[in-house]
C-alpha cells in the first residue's frame, strides 16, 4: 500500500509532470505557477508576451513569459532576467549559429560570460571556483540558459540535441570577470558596448582545459606557457577556425600586464609565440588570421598556479561567432 500511494503522490506532482514531459535537464526544477511567472515579467520590466528573440534550432518564440518560466525551473532569482533577456538575444543572432552548436556531435554549449557593474551588484562569481559551484546567480543563470536553448529553441534532449560525449556546461556554463582585471571588460575591447555599461557575451565553447604553471616568476615565461596551450589547439586539424578564451587568475593576469600592458599587448605576445612553435598553419594559404580569434578575460582565484583555455566550436564565417550584447 505504502509503495501505490507513493506512486499516486508522484503521479500528482507538479514537478514529476515536467520531467515527463520533458522540459527537465535531468535534475529537479521549481514549478513556475503563473503567480511567480508574473513576478519575473514584473521584475524584466518588459510586457509578457514581447518576443526577444526566436530560438534555434527549431526557432522557438522566446518572449518575457517564457524565458521567465525557465529561469524559475532553473531556480534562478528575479533579479537576472535582464541578464537572461540579453543572452537569449545574443544565442539567436545568426552568428552565433545555436543551430549548428546544440544539434553537432560536438560538445560545445553557450558559455555565459557577464562583465561590468551587474557582476558585484548580481552576486555572480568571478574569483575562486568560477568554473564550478559557488554562486547561485552563475548556477541558475546558467542553467536558465541551457533550459531556454532545450524548452524554447527545440534542443530536445537525446534527439535534436546529438551531442556525441556532452560535458558538465549543458547543465550550467557561466562565470564572470574581475572586476579588479588589469583590463577593460571583454565588451569594451570587441563591441560599441561602453566599458561603464553591463554586458553578456556568449561563446560557443568546450569545457575548460586546465593552464598550469607553478613555476613561472616573469612574463615572458608566462607567456610561453600559454603559447604553448595556444598552439595546441592551432596545430589540431579539427579545430580549423576555432576562436579559443584564455581566462587568466588575478595573479597570472597581473604578471602578464607588467610585461605587455594592456590586453591587445598580452594576445600579440603569447600568439606571436605560438606561432613560433606551430610553424606555417594550414589555413594561413587562405588568408586566415589565427591571432585574431584568441580573446582574455581575467577570472578564478588569487592563487597562481592554475589558468584555464576554453576552446571552441568551429570558428566564424563556417561555425560560430563570439556575441555580446548589453544588460
Given at each position: 500500500?505504502?509503495?501505490?500511494?507513493?506512486?499516486?503522490?508522484?503521479?500528482?506532482?507538479?514537478?514529476?509532470?515536467?520531467?515527463?514531459?520533458?522540459?527537465?535537464?535531468?535534475?529537479?526544477?521549481?514549478?513556475?505557477?503563473?503567480?511567480?511567472?508574473?513576478?519575473?515579467?514584473?521584475?524584466?520590466?518588459?510586457?509578457?508576451?514581447?518576443?526577444?528573440?526566436?530560438?534555434?534550432?527549431?526557432?522557438?518564440?522566446?518572449?518575457?513569459?517564457?524565458?521567465?518560466?525557465?529561469?524559475?525551473?532553473?531556480?534562478?532569482?528575479?533579479?537576472?532576467?535582464?541578464?537572461?533577456?540579453?543572452?537569449?538575444?545574443?544565442?539567436?543572432?545568426?552568428?552565433?549559429?545555436?543551430?549548428?552548436?546544440?544539434?553537432?556531435?560536438?560538445?560545445?554549449?553557450?558559455?555565459?560570460?557577464l562583465g561590468g557593474p551587474a557582476v558585484e551588484e548580481l552576486g555572480f562569481n568571478f574569483g575562486t571556483n568560477v568554473f564550478g559551484p559557488a554562486s547561485r546567480a552563475n548556477a541558475?543563470?546558467?542553467?536558465?540558459?541551457?533550459?531556454?536553448?532545450?524548452?524554447?529553441?527545440?534542443?530536445?534532449?537525446?534527439?535534436?540535441?546529438?551531442?556525441?560525449?556532452?560535458?558538465?556546461?549543458?547543465?550550467?556554463?557561466?562565470?564572470?570577470?574581475?572586476?579588479?582585471?588589469?583590463?577593460?571588460?571583454?565588451?569594451?575591447?570587441?563591441?560599441?558596448?561602453?566599458e561603464q555599461a553591463s554586458a553578456v557575451t556568449l561563446f560557443a565553447a568546450d569545457a575548460p582545459l586546465a593552464v598550469t604553471d607553478y613555476a613561472s616568476n616573469d612574463p615572458d615565461?608566462?607567456?610561453?606557457?600559454?603559447?604553448?596551450?595556444?598552439?595546441?589547439?592551432?596545430?589540431?586539424?579539427?579545430?580549423?577556425?576555432?576562436?579559443?578564451?584564455?581566462?587568466?587568475?588575478?595573479?597570472?593576469?597581473?604578471?602578464?600586464?607588467?610585461?605587455?600592458?594592456?590586453?591587445?599587448?598580452?594576445?600579440?605576445?603569447?600568439?606571436?609565440?605560438?606561432?613560433?612553435?606551430?610553424?606555417?598553419?594550414?589555413?594561413?594559404?587562405i588568408g586566415h588570421d589565427y591571432a585574431a580569434g584568441v580573446y582574455l578575460i581575467c577570472a578564478g582565484g588569487p592563487w597562481g598556479q592554475y589558468s584555464s583555455l576554453v576552446n571552441?566550436?568551429?570558428?566564424?564565417?563556417?561555425?560560430?561567432?563570439?556575441?555580446?550584447?548589453?544588460?
Amino acid at each position: 500500500m505504502a509503495s501505490e500511494s507513493l506512486i499516486d503522490i508522484r503521479k500528482d506532482d507538479p514537478g514529476e509532470d515536467l520531467f515527463r514531459r520533458g522540459l527537465s535537464d535531468g535534475l529537479p526544477v521549481e514549478i513556475p505557477t503563473p503567480r511567480r511567472v508574473a513576478s519575473y515579467v514584473d521584475a524584466s520590466g518588459r510586457p509578457a508576451d514581447e518576443l526577444i528573440a526566436r530560438v534555434p534550432p527549431a526557432a522557438g518564440k522566446a518572449t518575457i513569459e517564457r524565458i521567465a518560466a525557465n529561469a524559475i525551473m532553473a531556480g534562478a532569482p528575479p533579479e537576472l532576467m535582464p541578464v537572461l533577456v540579453a543572452a537569449t538575444r545574443a544565442i539567436s543572432a545568426p552568428e552565433f549559429n545555436l543551430y549548428g552548436v546544440r544539434t553537432s556531435n560536438h560538445p560545445a554549449t553557450p558559455l555565459l560570460i557577464l562583465g561590468g557593474p551587474a557582476v558585484e551588484e548580481l552576486g555572480f562569481n568571478f574569483g575562486t571556483n568560477v568554473f564550478g559551484p559557488a554562486s547561485r546567480a552563475n548556477a541558475t543563470a546558467g542553467r536558465a540558459l541551457n533550459l531556454i536553448v532545450q524548452n524554447i529553441g527545440g534542443a530536445t534532449l537525446q534527439l535534436i540535441d546529438q551531442s556525441t560525449m556532452g560535458q558538465p556546461g549543458r547543465y550550467s556554463y557561466c562565470i564572470a570577470e574581475d572586476p579588479q582585471s588589469p583590463w577593460e571588460p571583454l565588451h569594451a575591447s570587441r563591441s560599441a558596448v561602453c566599458e561603464q555599461a553591463s554586458a553578456v557575451t556568449l561563446f560557443a565553447a568546450d569545457a575548460p582545459l586546465a593552464v598550469t604553471d607553478y613555476a613561472s616568476n616573469d612574463p615572458d615565461a608566462l607567456t610561453e606557457t600559454f603559447a604553448y596551450h595556444v598552439a595546441y589547439v592551432w596545430q589540431n586539424p579539427f579545430y580549423l577556425m576555432s576562436e579559443m578564451l584564455l581566462v587568466v587568475n588575478i595573479a597570472h593576469a597581473r604578471l602578464l600586464a607588467k610585461g605587455a600592458g594592456d590586453r591587445r599587448g598580452v594576445l600579440d605576445q603569447i600568439t606571436a609565440a605560438a606561432r613560433r612553435r606551430t610553424g606555417p598553419l594550414p589555413l594561413e594559404e587562405i588568408g586566415h588570421d589565427y591571432a585574431a580569434g584568441v580573446y582574455l578575460i581575467c577570472a578564478g582565484g588569487p592563487w597562481g598556479q592554475y589558468s584555464s583555455l576554453v576552446n571552441g566550436w568551429v570558428g566564424p564565417g563556417e561555425g560560430s561567432t563570439m556575441i555580446t550584447e548589453e544588460v
